[in-house]
């Protein structure tokens, strides 16, 4: 049952052209497609015919016109095999019947309020047809949509639009015809009565591209940011990669029901409109930063991943961890880089590092997949960029554009794997990066240990490196991989050194390549304080003896604003550490004036980036904390712990937050722009200090910053600080919101999120009333993750409760999803992917949930796969 890399065979067959004809019917759809096929080459001779398929309901089938008889045929709803079919080219029909309607999964066909949409990654196009639905298999596509003119007056596919009329009996069609080669994961439909908004786009190559973005009716005004977007994506893509639109037309459509974020199907990407929708009444900061992120992410796959695709599914990085590295670089062209490497880096060390230290690591490339659904993760898709950032940093920024034109060049149409990506940049680099490829291969964080010495007398600086990786499920031997060390030295002046090494002028950048590397600097004059991992160069996590003095030092000085960030963190996350202990022992956590001061810094009014003084005014995160201690976590010490710190941070600065609060209040009207949303950033991040503890005064600021908010970014976030404390102006800003902005489903989702988010001890209850609630709708995945997600992903104290209550919930949760929504159960289980290092009472408690589920009868494959992964020892 399982899938290996290993076994990778080409297909027998191959699929030039797929002609699709779809009657629309809301409970019996049919699909007649007419597939042209011929033996492959490099497949076996003499092999039977299998299509994948699933749920599916054969009505008839013909070869070059000849009806097939049952017997000829071995049919289930889940394949179809032709024993014997002509050692030829030839044509295969195939219909269908499928109901949408009933298609609760949200894969293959199905309707979204009324529109019908498709979802076809990885595997749904075998909902809508029995096919090869695999990704090496690339056809050209022809599809006739006719439906109900009145229901679906709009008709979409992937491609251009060749011929529309009508049907007869109120219906009418539509043919797309799709010139670019595809395999069937990238095959879109879309019908429905919907709203368009419709702009132009002129590529470098004169080329007019008409663009649509799609939304329920009424919702047109918010659509205005998602084609800015699609524009500033396009024009991005032209000028940092070369790479040009390739179709007359370029749609987006939001729909309600989705299980992911986004899909980028050729020419017709399909969203979650929750990525889609922003207006200044409805819309926060980071819904436009988000929304912006994510049009580019799927507007880029149309390089990297449509024209090139993926081989098979265990090459999924090569599109995503590729994609998401673009999405980055463009999000910190567009706004401010340390911003987003900060955000970026916050992002992959609590949800990867946390994956990569638990049941669920898995490489980058993963060699062995049940669920390929379950594989969408923060591994393949974050750290899946941070390889490809290393790669860039290793082999330098021309290198690395000259390897992706390569790439480009050469393997434009084809489904490729990681070596003939690789190959490209071995080839412009003249590198061997057979060593560079077990990032791919080996799952786990590594850890350095950097131990450092200044001899004054021969004026050296020598930095002792020491790589390991901790094994982890499957894999129990690790070897060395090539770390990217960007470094500075920095003088008591505040500036870097020259860098000499063996007499030569050396770095910024150096690989460590073996177990142990020594690097001795020469020529120092002085003691310098050595900055390391600048802008997070690898992603490792780094264990050093610097000493606190020296990284307060580098948090004022650095000259690589991403190291003035991460030394300040390292001390709080090292003081935060020592707090645990003390909270667990009954002791009071000592103070940390110097901490003190040095997040003062992002209060002073001469700092200019607010968005980046945010970033320094906000302490590790409590999922921080557990992954730095890694065993026996109590998050209700780390609550404790990082609280007092909260409090006394607000009894020293004050003075200084309250000066800074004011000083950031809104004046003008809203604006989305990167430096407002950065004030605004900042703004809370001093009310958040200011209510730490559930101090009296910051309430009340919290309160009056709600209610007289302009704009919805001060209104939730004001919500969000109150939500933290039990206190009546919390239940009446909650109160409040539910009334103003409680029949949008988005903005109940905002509302959902802050509740299931609170660390208090009702929060269990209250999450169970409102999935009772009438806004609550276990169908629609937003609404499940906004509130059960945010309860088991987002909430360490109260998921974590010790009563076991809060496992036992999700768990529920997820039996109750697991026929109707696999894909989303499955995810819900992330909750539990650090289990494994809780303290004793709590880890028997989450494992006996975790038993529970796994003892269920009529598992789906993705629950299954979840559950055996994160029992297993
Ligand atoms: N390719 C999409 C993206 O990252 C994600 C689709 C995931 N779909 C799934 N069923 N797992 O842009
Ligand atoms: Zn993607």
């Known amino acids: 049952r399982p899938v290996r890399l290993a076994e990778y065979r080409p297909s027998d067959f191959l699929i030039d052209a797929v002609e699709l004809d779809v009657m629309l019917d809301p409970t019996a759809t049919r699909v007649t497609a007419r597939l ?32 097939l008889r049952v017997d000829d045929l071995d049919v289930s709803p889940s394949s179809l095999t032709i024993a014997n079919p002509p050692r030829r080219p030839f044509e295969l029909t195939v219909t269908t019947l499928v109901d949408p309607s009933a298609n609760t999964k949200l894969m293959g066909l199905y309707r979204s309020n009324g529109a019908y949409c498709t979802q076809c990654e990885a595997e749904g ?302 080839e412009v680099s003249g590198r061997d990066f057979s060593q560079f490829l077990r990032w791919y291969s080996q799952a786990g964080t590594p850890e350095v240990r950097i131990a450092t010495a200044y001899d004054a007398e021969a004026r050296t600086f020598t930095l002792d490196a020491a790589q390991s990786t901790p094994a982890t499920p499957g894999q129990h031997t690790k070897l060395p991989v090539v770390i990217p060390l960007a470094l500075g030295l920095v003088g008591p002046d505040g500036r870097d050194m020259p860098l000499v090494v063996g007499g030569a002028p050396a770095g910024p950048v150096f690989a460590l390549t073996d177990e142990t590397t020594r690097i001795v600097f020469e020529n120092v004059e002085q003691r310098p304080a050595p900055s390391l991992f600048r802008n997070f160069s690898a992603p490792v996590k780094v264990v050093s003896d610097i000493a606190d003095d020296d990284l307060l030092f580098l948090a004022a000085h650095d000259s690589d604003p991403f190291n003035r960030w991460q030394a300040a963190q390292t001390v709080a996350l090292r003081h935060l550490v020592a707090s645990v202990a003390a909270v667990r022992s009954g002791r009071e956590p000592a103070d940390e004036p110097r901490l003190a001061e040095a997040l003062s810094r992002a209060f002073d009014p001469a700092e200019s980036d607010c968005a980046y003084a945010a970033q320094i005014a906000a302490l590790p995160s409590e999922g921080d904390v557990a992954r730095e201690l890694g065993e026996d976590v109590d998050p209700d010490a780390i609550h404790a712990a990082r609280g007092f710190l909260k409090s006394a941070m607000r009894r020293r600065l004050g003075p200084q937050l309250l000066a800074a609060y004011e000083r950031l209040a809104e004046t003008g009207p809203y604006s989305p722009d990167a430096a407002s949303a950065g004030r605004r950033a900042l703004k809370v991040a001093a009310l958040d200090l200011l209510a730490a503890g559930g101090e009296r005064d910051g309430i009340a600021r919290a309160h009056a910053l709600y209610s007289g908010a302009r704009n919805m970014t001060d209104r939730v976030m004001a919500l969000q600080v109150l939500s933290l404390h039990a206190s009546p102006e919390r239940e009446d800003a909650l109160a409040d919101f539910a009334r103003v902005y409680g029949q949008d489903p988005l903005l109940l989702d905002k509302w959902f999120v802050i509740q299931a988010s609170a660390p208090l001890p009702d929060t269990i209850d209250r999450v169970e009333t409102l999935m009772a609630s009438p806004g609550f709708d276990i169908r629609n995945p937003n609404r499940v993750r906004s509130l059960i997600g945010t309860f088991g992903a987002g909430n360490p104290t109260q998921f974590n409760r010790p009563d076991g209550r809060g496992y036992a919930f999700v768990a529920g949760v997820v039996a109750e999803l697991n026929a109707s929504n696999p894909q989303v159960a499955a995810r819900l289980l992330g909750a539990f992917r650090t289990w494994r290092s809780l303290e004793p009472q709590r880890r028997g408690k989450a494992e006996a949930a975790l038993r529970g589920l796994a003892d269920m009868p009529r598992l789906s494959a993705d629950v299954a796969d979840i559950v055996r992964r994160a029992l297993a020892a």
């Open 36 to 67: 042209r096929l011929r033996p492959n080459p490099a497949g076996r001779d003499n092999a039977a015919l299998t299509l994948d398929g699933d749920d599916l309901n054969l009505v008839s089938a013909a070869i070059d016109g000849d009806p």
């Open 125 to 426: 196009f075998r909902r809508i047809t029995y096919f090869l639905d695999r990704p090496d298999v690339l056809a050209v596509y022809t599809i006739r949509i006719e439906g109900s003119e009145a229901e679906n007056p709009v008709l979409l596919s992937n491609g251009n639009l060749v011929e529309t009329g009508a049907a007869g009996e109120g219906r009418h069609f539509a043919v797309w015809h799709d010139p670019h080669p595809k395999p069937s994961y990238l095959f879109a439909l879309v019908a429905g009565d919907l709203g368009v908004v419709e702009d132009q786009f002129v590529t470098m190559g004169g080329r007019k591209v008409t663009l649509k973005v799609f939304v329920e009716h009424g919702k047109e005004d918010r659509a205005v940011h998602a084609m800015e977007s699609i524009k500033a994506s396009m024009r991005w893509d032209e000028e940092a990669f070369g790479r040009e639109y390739d179709l007359d037309v370029f749609m987006v459509v939001a729909v309600s029901y989705f299980n992911m974020g986004a899909m980028e199907n050729k020419g017709l990407n399909v969203f979650n409109d929750k990525y889609v929708l922003a207006s200044p009444e409805t819309a926060t900061d980071g819904d436009y930063a988000n929304i912006e992120a994510i049009i580019a992410h799927e507007y880029f796959h149309n390089w990297t991943g449509n024209r090139i695709t993926c081989r098979d599914w265990f090459q999924l990085c090569l599109k995503e961890g590729l994609t998401v590295f673009r999405d980055q670089e463009f999000t910190a062209d567009m706004r401010s880089r340390p911003v987003k490497r900060i955000s970026d880096v916050r992002g992959l060390r609590s949800v990867q590092f946390a994956e990569d230290a638990g049941p669920l690591a898995h490489p980058v490339r993963p060699e062995v997949y049940a669920e390929i659904n379950n594989f969408y993760t923060p591994t393949v898709y974050e750290k899946g960029a941070e390889v490809i950032r290393m790669l860039k940093t290793w082999i330098g920024g021309d290198a690395f554009r000259a390897g992706m034109d390569l790439y480009f060049d050469r393997h434009d149409g084809q489904a490729c794997t990681i070596e003939q990506f690789i190959a490209c940049f071995a």
